[in-house]
C-alpha cells in the first residue's frame, strides 16, 4: 500500500535551517511528483513548491523562493524539503503528498511533522 | 497566483443535514479543483478530484460540482463523522492553491 514517511518533530532557533524528509513506498516514485504543504497552529493549508519523482523539476511558490530547496532521492524513494532562516512564523506541521502530474490532485499524504521555531 | 475563496468559513448543522460549501477561484479552473478533509491532527484526505469524481473509498453523500470559477461540495446526510474542515485546491496551474477551509460543526 502506498506510504508516506515523514521525520519527526524538530525544534529550531530563529535563523536556523530544517531538513524534512518524506520516504516513500508502495509505488514507483519516479512515476509521482511530491508536493509540500505546510500548516500554521490553528491556520490552513499553503502550499510550498513540488518536486518531479521523475526528473527533478522543481516549482516553489513565490513566498517561499530562495528560501526552501525540495530534492529527492530516487535511490532510498526519499524526498526532502529544507527551509532555511526560520522564522518563527515557521512553526507549523509540514507535510509531503504525492501526486501523479499536472492538473491531479493530491492522493496520499505524509502524517506531517511539526517544526516549532523558538528561542 | 490564481486566488481560492471559500464561504462560508465555518457553518453548524445537525446530523442528517443536507450541507453546501461553496469554492470561489480568482480565474477560470476549467474543473481542476479538488476537495480535502482534514480532522484535527490529522493530515488532509481527498475526497472528490476534478470537481466531482469521488475519490476511491470516500462515501457516496459526498458530491462536487462547477466548472470555470465557481464549485460546490455538498453533503447530501451529514454524519457524525464528517463534522470536520473541508479545504478547496485548485491544480489548474503547476502553483497550487488551496481555499481558507470551512469548518463544519456541530449545532
Known amino acids: 500500500q502506498v506510504q508516506l514517511v515523514q521525520s519527526g518533530a524538530e525544534v529550531k532557533k530563529p535563523g536556523a535551517s530544517v531538513k524534512v524528509s518524506c520516504k516513500a513506498s508502495?509505488?514507483?516514485?519516479?512515476?509521482?511528483?511530491i508536493s509540500w504543504v505546510r500548516q500554521a497552529p490553528g491556520q490552513g493549508l499553503e502550499w510550498m513548491g513540488w518536486?518531479?519523482?521523475?526528473?527533478?523539476?522543481?516549482n516553489y511558490a513565490q513566498k517561499f523562493q530562495g528560501r526552501v530547496t525540495l530534492t529527492t532521492d530516487t535511490s532510498t524513494s526519499t524526498a526532502y524539503m529544507e527551509l532555511r532562516s526560520l522564522r518563527s512564523d515557521d512553526t507549523a506541521v509540514y507535510y509531503c503528498?504525492?501526486?501523479?502530474?499536472?492538473?491531479?490532485?493530491?492522493?496520499?499524504w505524509g502524517q506531517g511533522t511539526l517544526v516549532t521555531v523558538s528561542s | 497566483d490564481i486566488q481560492m475563496t471559500q464561504s462560508p468559513s465555518s457553518l453548524s448543522a445537525s446530523v442528517g443535514d443536507r450541507v453546501t460549501i461553496t469554492c470561489r477561484a480568482s480565474?477560470?479552473?476549467?474543473?481542476?479543483l479538488n476537495w480535502y478533509q482534514q480532522n484535527p491532527g490529522k493530515a488532509p484526505k481527498l475526497l472528490i478530484y476534478?470537481?466531482?469524481s469521488l475519490q476511491s473509498g470516500v462515501p457516496s453523500r459526498f458530491s462536487g460540482s462547477g466548472s470555470g470559477t465557481d464549485f460546490t461540495l455538498t453533503i447530501s446526510s451529514l454524519q457524525p463523522e464528517d463534522f470536520s474542515t473541508y479545504y478547496c485546491?485548485?491544480?489548474?496551474?503547476?502553483?497550487?492553491?488551496f481555499g481558507p477551509g470551512t469548518k463544519v460543526d456541530i449545532k
Open positions: 476534478a470537481a466531482s
Open positions: 508502495g509505488y514507483t516514485v519516479t512515476n509521482y511528483g
Open positions: 518536486i518531479s519523482g521523475y526528473n527533478g523539476d522543481t
Open positions: 503528498a504525492r501526486f501523479s502530474g499536472r492538473l491531479q490532485p493530491f492522493d496520499y
Open positions: 485546491q485548485q491544480s489548474y496551474s503547476t502553483l497550487f492553491t
Open positions: 480565474q477560470s479552473i476549467r474543473f481542476y
